[in-house]
């Protein structure tokens, strides 16, 4: 036995018998074998569930919408190229003017108001969620008598299928609804267009906002104590605690919230439909999306796409350039212990 072994108190091999390595002495060259078939499967099925669909979307938007004939049937319509971006883009019509597929100048105007709905539901319903969770999740992090209550309660409207939250909100709107009654007031919140955006904006932030708290208490319940004792003894204000140590050490998890809230809320789709049927300006790119599928299945490949093209670019500038990367804070945290 040698010293090391008799240090570590590990008993001695017995005679003819060899040590059988363990998992860290076995070849790089193994181990990462051993990983493609673990991952393997999971692979294959993400390829079949996700790959698939969207490699055939890509596909079909580079064909033009069956079109009639002289005889009055439905004829391919062929390669379209680029165009069915082009008509969505730039106001134009890949198709015969007054095809059933796309009436002429409209795809365009459609495309640019649905892109400006998404985008001001988004930025308003993320921006009061995350001041609102924000202020939730610092109550929730105190110690008081019942916080375990409070929490679960909490959660109630995050764990509500969001077709039950729009149909409910969809009867609380309503002309002779209990907000109108509440209030005194004469509305037509699901009639008029902004009436209708804002009935919106205040159903997906009553649906969202403990999401965004309970993301937000996770990474404040990471901040040690010690540091707030810290710098109550230096004699720092409260605003000063929260602007120097609050804000600094929970924004990984503040920027992870608020980028998967932004993703969530730029594929809205289901609390508008159900609220307004995207009437009254309220139409989003999802719901466009659903629409041009009754008209043509290209078109409306074309529009997913670029639907997708654009959450992607979101989710790239918040990874990149905002700090909304979870898995570089990690590592970064575990390299710094």
Do not use: H
């Not at 005889?71 to 165009?83: D, H, I, L, N």
């Not at 988004?122 to 008598?145: D, K, Q, S, Y």
């Not at 439909?273 to 719901?287: D, E, K, P, Q, V």
């Not at 041009?292 to 093209?309: E, K, V």
């Amino acid at each position: 036995m040698t010293d090391t072994e008799a240090e570590a108190g590990a008993p001695p091999p017995g005679k003819g018998q060899k040590a059988s390595p363990g998992p860290a002495s076995r070849p790089p060259k193994f181990q990462n074998r051993a990983a493609f078939w673990l991952l393997a499967p999971s692979m294959l099925l993400l390829a079949v569930v996700i790959g698939y669909p969207v490699v055939s979307a890509v596909a079909m938007s580079f064909q033009q919408d069956p079109v009639l004939n002289e005889q009055g049937f439905f004829a391919p319509g062929g390669f379209a190229g680029f165009g069915n971006y082009i008509a969505w883009i730039f106001q134009q019509c890949p198709a015969a003017e007054g095809t059933q597929s796309c009436p002429a100048g409209t795809l365009g105007a459609q495309f640019w108001e649905a892109t400006g709905n998404t985008f001001f539901f988004t930025i308003v319903t993320v921006t009061l969620e995350t001041i609102i969770g924000f202020w939730m999740a610092v109550i929730m992090a105190r110690t008081f008598r019942g916080r375990g209550l409070v929490r679960a309660a909490v959660l109630v409207p995050w764990a509500i299928p969001t077709a039950v939250t729009a149909k409910l909100f969809f009867f609380m709107f309503a002309f002779d609804g209990v907000i109108n009654k509440t209030f005194g007031t004469a509305i037509l919140w699901t009639g008029e267009e902004w009436p209708a955006k804002f009935a919106i904006i205040i159903a997906d932030t009553w649906k969202t906002t403990p999401f965004m708290a309970l993301l937000i208490l996770a990474g404040l319940q990471m901040i040690p104590k010690e540091v707030y004792e810290a710098a109550k003894v230096d004699g720092t204000t409260a605003w000063q605690r929260f602007r120097m140590i609050t804000l600094p050490m929970v924004k990984p998890a503040l920027m992870v919230a608020i980028l998967f809230r932004t993703l969530d809320a730029l594929r809205m789709f289901d609390l508008p439909f159900i609220l307004t049927g995207g009437a009254n300006g309220t139409t989003t790119l999802s719901i466009l999306v659903i629409d041009q599928i009754r008209s043509g299945f290209n078109l409306a490949s074309a529009l997913s796409t670029i639907t997708f093209l654009v959450i992607f670019l979101v989710a790239f500038i918040f990874v990149r350039f905002l700090g909304a990367n979870a898995v570089e804070s990690a590592t970064g945290n575990r390299k710094g212990k």
